[in-house]
Each structure stands twice: as structure tokens, then as C-alpha cells.
């Protein structure tokens, strides 16, 4: 008999509100995978040695989120395609003695986008420029957007994220696209011409879960969608305004069953049941309002 399970993790600070444990191993088990998903909490400065530690007990992989997903890139061996291209890895795959960064956010996200509506040629708002914020703008515009306004406190991050979309992923589009930075002070205006407006900020991330996005909630109109990358909880107060509002909406769970499908994958090769994962993290949140389980990719 082999006792010995191949290990898998997120590592993040703070990690103790993150539900993906639950979801991947909701997953195994159904997929007769005697694996283990571990939460572990992993300081900035202590990255190094938890990536080493990764790589000395054999993990098959292991996912960073925040504030992990720049800074592991020099702690791996190489980068695949997306995350070279973004600057930002979310998923680390072992491929023999080497981990590879890899990047399923924004895979997820588009996958979680397209069942709602087609990105072609729509305009679209997304606050925040980080890890999550890269990964979404890269794929969006791939999958066609024609517009990405990116707002951000921090101007250099935010025209860095702007330029990145604009010469790196615009060169690969077979599409005409822009994208430009628009200064985030007070609550900022939705142009009304915005077809998508999407939260890639940590804004309303439990325990501060009724935390307010700094924007005009009169400026949310019907024709908007409008999504939230926090997954606990799913029902963020943008989510429930925007709701309020007549807005479509996609929770933050939708996102991170999709990406988890993507890294699953990545890890064992197997596709695994994505209502199986989103069912498991409802029987923890109970199931959000106006909700449906994930098609599958």
C-alpha cells in the first residue's frame, strides 16, 4: 500500500479567509485522488524558504495568491506564456526537479465572463493593478475587448499595467484595442458607455466584507455587468449594490472554480467536476443569491 499523497497548497498572508482548500479537495475526492490541499500562511519575507521547502518535500504544485504573486517569479525555474507575459503567477507546476509559474486568474475569469456575455469589441472598467488586475486585463483583451480603462491609486502601477496591455498584449491581438489609466481619488465615475466594470482589488475581502468600493453607485447602470474577484464573502457589497442596481453579476466563487479547474489540471492531468467544487464552497457560504454552478471548461 502507498500512505505517501501528493501535496498541493496555497501560500498567502493573510490565508486564513482563503476557501480554496475546500474546493480542490472537494475535487480529489471525487476524482479518486488521494491528494492533500493545504493553507498555509507564508510571510513575504519567508517566501524563499517556503518555495524551497515546496520543492524539498515534493510538492506537485502549490498556488500563491496575494501578496505572493509577483515576487515568487524569482524563485522559480522558468515561466510559461501567460505569466511571462502578465508578471504575475498564481499557480507553480512541478515538471521533474523544475517549478514552473503559470498563470490561471485570468483563464478563470474569462471562462466565468463568457457565460455571461461575449468580451468582443466591449468597453471595459477594471479597478486595482496587481497580480489579479494583470491577469484579468491580459485575457479580457485577448478574448477581444476593444477597451480596458484601468483605475488605481497608485499611478505607476497603474500606467505600468495600461503600457503592458497596450504594447506586450495589443501586439497579439488580432483586434483593434487600447487601454489607458484613469487616476482613482474619491468615488470614481462609471463612464456610461462601460459595458464590464470588474473589482480586482481586495476591497470587501472578509473580515472587512462590508467594506465599499470608492464608487458612484449612480453611475452602475442595468447594461453593465459587473464582477468581483473576492470569493469570501461571494456576496461583497459591490456585488449586492451592483444587484440592486439591475446589473448582472459574477461572484468571485465563479472565478475561483474555473481557475482551480485550470490548475487541477495542470497538476494531475485530470479535468476535474466544476459543480462539484462550486457546490462544495456553497455548502460553506450557503448558495448566493441569483447563483448557478460553473459550465464546464
Not at 117 to 128: L, Q, T, W
Not at 142 to 164: K, M, P, Q, S
Not at 231 to 253: A, E, Y
Amino acid at each position: 500500500m502507498n500512505f505517501k499523497q501528493p501535496l498541493t497548497a496555497v501560500f498567502g498572508q493573510p490565508v486564513a479567509e482563503n476557501p480554496t482548500q475546500v474546493m480542490m479537495e472537494a475535487a480529489y475526492r471525487h476524482h479518486n485522488l488521494d491528494w492533500r490541499y493545504l493553507t498555509i500562511e507564508v510571510a513575504p519575507a519567508d517566501l524563499a524558504d517556503a518555495v524551497q521547502g515546496a520543492r524539498a518535500m515534493g510538492f506537485a504544485g502549490f498556488n500563491c495568491t496575494l501578496p505572493h504573486k509577483v515576487a515568487v517569479i524569482e524563485q522559480l525555474d522558468e515561466l510559461g506564456t501567460s505569466a511571462s507575459l502578465m508578471g504575475a503567477v498564481n499557480c507553480v507546476v512541478r515538471k521533474g526537479q523544475r517549478l514552473i509559474g503559470e498563470n490561471t486568474d485570468g483563464k478563470g475569469f474569462v471562462r466565468s465572463l463568457c457565460e455571461k456575455v461575449d468580451p468582443h469589441a466591449k468597453r471595459v472598467v477594471i479597478f486595482g493593478a496587481g497580480g489579479a488586475a494583470r491577469a484579468i486585463g491580459v485575457e479580457t483583451a485577448l478574448a477581444g475587448a476593444a477597451d480596458i480603462t484601468i483605475v488605481n491609486r497608485h499611478e505607476g502601477r497603474g500606467r505600468e499595467l495600461a503600457d503592458l496591455l497596450n504594447n506586450r498584449v495589443s501586439a497579439q491581438c488580432r483586434h483593434s484595442f487600447q487601454a489607458s489609466f484613469a487616476a482613482w481619488k474619491g468615488d470614481f465615475f462609471i463612464s456610461p458607455d462601460t459595458d464590464i466594470v470588474i473589482n480586482a482589488t481586495s476591497v470587501g475581502l472578509f473580515p472587512d466584507a462590508d467594506a465599499r468600493l470608492p464608487v458612484e453607485l449612480d453611475s452602475l447602470r442595468p447594461n453593465m455587468l459587473v464582477a468581483d474577484v473576492i470569493p469570501n464573502p461571494p456576496r461583497t457589497r459591490l456585488i449586492r449594490d451592483s444587484s440592486d442596481k439591475g446589473c448582472p453579476v459574477i461572484d468571485g466563487l465563479e472565478m475561483l472554480v474555473n481557475q482551480g479547474v485550470i490548475g487541477i489540471r495542470y497538476w494531475s492531468g485530470v479535468d476535474a467536476d466544476p459543480s462539484v467544487m462550486r457546490g462544495a464552497l456553497e455548502n460553506v457560504f450557503g448558495k448566493p443569491h441569483g447563483s448557478g454552478t460553473s459550465a464546464v471548461p
